[in-house]
């Protein structure tokens, strides 16, 4: 009997690491580090860049497994800063994102696709002004690195292109030479870093 307990604990072992959930590294975005961004264009032959400066979210990393990433991300509408301070005003009224009645913006992922080494499409569903939609953000992998103080870093650049109107932003004005105010076409970019916090369990 003993001889038979011998040979069955081998296949024992290996059903057991099958059944037994993985551990996945959680980060949470580090927002002295991370910037949230985009850019637009104005008056037809310029572009305005601005910035949201209050956010927070995590995500879960693990190199091995890209097709298993998440994230989740929110942002605060009335922090959006495009260093002038009548324009931030209009931007945060009815107009355009009317910060009272939406005051998040979040971002969370449903997929990973084309993955490499040092790139991956990341999939998910941004809400701005109350409307959900599908984007897709084209992300460069900046790998992990622990810091001088013993912290493990995960980070990565994205970005992708929205059409504002989409998402109930119509606000405009028409130009007298042709062409109105402000374009349609909005570039997001994104540089995040995150702090890996306690391991969770993935089931």
């Given at each position: 009997?003993?001889?038979?307990?011998?040979?069955?604990?081998?296949?024992?072992?290996?059903?057991?690491?099958?059944?037994?959930?993985?551990?996945?590294?959680?980060?949470?975005?580090?927002?002295?580090?991370?910037?949230?961004?985009?850019?637009?264009?104005?008056?037809?032959?310029?572009?305005?860049?601005?910035?949201?400066?209050?956010?927070?979210?995590?995500?879960?990393?693990?190199?091995?497994?890209?097709?298993?990433?998440?994230?989740?991300?929110?942002?605060?509408?009335?922090?959006?800063?495009?260093?002038?301070?009548?324009?931030?005003?209009?931007?945060?009224?009815?107009?355009?994102?009317?910060?009272?009645?939406?005051?998040?913006?979040?971002?969370?992922?449903?997929?990973?696709?084309?993955?490499s080494?040092?790139?991956?499409?990341?999939?998910?569903?941004?809400?701005i002004?109350?409307?959900?939609?599908?984007?897709?953000?084209?992300?460069?992998?900046?790998?992990?690195?622990?810091?001088?103080?013993?912290?493990?870093?995960?980070?990565?650049?994205?970005?992708?292109?929205?059409?504002?109107?989409?998402?109930?932003?119509?606000?405009?004005?028409?130009?007298?030479?042709?062409?109105?105010?402000?374009?349609?076409?909005?570039?997001i970019?994104?540089?995040?870093?995150?702090?890996?916090?306690?391991?969770?369990?993935?089931?």
């Amino acid at each position: 009997m003993i001889t038979h307990l011998k040979r069955a604990l081998p296949a024992l072992a290996i059903l057991m690491s099958f059944g037994a959930p993985a551990l996945a590294a959680n980060y949470e975005i580090d927002s002295d580090h991370t910037s949230i961004g985009f850019t637009i264009r104005h008056l037809v032959i310029s572009k305005v860049k601005g910035k949201f400066g209050k956010f927070k979210g995590n995500f879960e990393y693990d190199p091995q497994k890209k097709e298993n990433w998440k994230a989740n991300v929110t942002i605060q509408a009335d922090s959006i800063d495009t260093d002038v301070k009548e324009r931030d005003k209009h931007l945060r009224s009815a107009d355009f994102f009317d910060v009272k009645k939406f005051p998040l913006i979040t971002f969370v992922t449903t997929g990973v696709k084309d993955v490499s080494d040092s790139s991956a499409k990341i999939e998910g569903n941004l809400t701005i002004h109350g409307v959900t939609k599908a984007i897709v953000l084209d992300v460069e992998i900046g790998g992990t690195a622990t810091d001088p103080w013993g912290n493990k870093k995960a980070a990565f650049s994205a970005s992708t292109k929205i059409n504002r109107k989409d998402f109930g932003l119509t606000w405009n004005k028409a130009l007298e030479a042709g062409g109105v105010l402000v374009g349609n076409e909005v570039t997001i970019n994104l540089e995040v870093e995150g702090l890996e916090k306690a391991p969770t369990t993935k089931k």
